[in-house]
Nanobody, 124 residues
C-alpha cells in the first residue's frame, strides 16, 4: 500500500502561481512513476503531468505545457507541481497518483494509488 497526501491548493487570481505537493508514505519502493490529474465539476478526470520515480523523465498534458512543471524529491518522498500563469480553466480538484510498474503515462487507469485531492480555484 502507498498513501498519498496532497497539499498546496487554494484560491488564486488568473496569472498567479501555486505549488502543489504530494507526500508519499508506505511501500514507496514499489513506485515506478507518479502523476498529477485533475477533475473539474461535470468533466472527466484529465491528465496533467507525470514523472518517473527517479525524476529522469516527465510528460505533460497539452493544456499545461510551458506553464506547469512537475518534479520530485526522492529524499522526502514528495512530488511537486509548480503551476504558473494560471487560468480560470485550471480550476479543478488536483489528484496525485502512483503506479508500480512502467514509466509515466497519461491514462488514469494505469495508476494504482490515489490521494484525496486538493482544490485549486483560479478567479478571473
Amino acid at each position: 500500500q502507498v498513501q498519498l497526501v496532497e497539499s498546496g491548493g487554494g484560491l488564486v487570481q488568473a496569472g498567479g502561481s501555486l505549488r502543489l505537493s504530494c507526500a508519499a508514505s508506505g511501500r514507496t519502493f514499489i513506485t515506478a512513476a507518479m502523476g498529477w490529474f485533475r477533475q473539474a465539476p461535470g468533466k472527466e478526470r484529465e491528465f496533467v503531468a507525470a514523472i518517473t520515480w527517479s525524476g529522469s523523465s516527465t510528460i505533460y498534458g497539452d493544456s499545461v505545457k510551458g506553464r506547469f512543471t512537475i518534479s520530485r524529491d526522492i529524499g522526502k518522498n514528495t512530488m511537486y507541481l509548480q503551476m504558473n500563469s494560471l487560468k480560470p480553466d485550471d480550476t479543478a480538484v488536483y489528484y496525485c497518483s502512483t503506479r508500480g510498474r512502467g514509466g509515466p503515462t497519461m491514462s488514469a487507469n494505469d495508476y494504482d494509488y490515489w490521494g484525496q485531492g486538493t482544490q485549486v480555484t483560479v478567479s478571473s
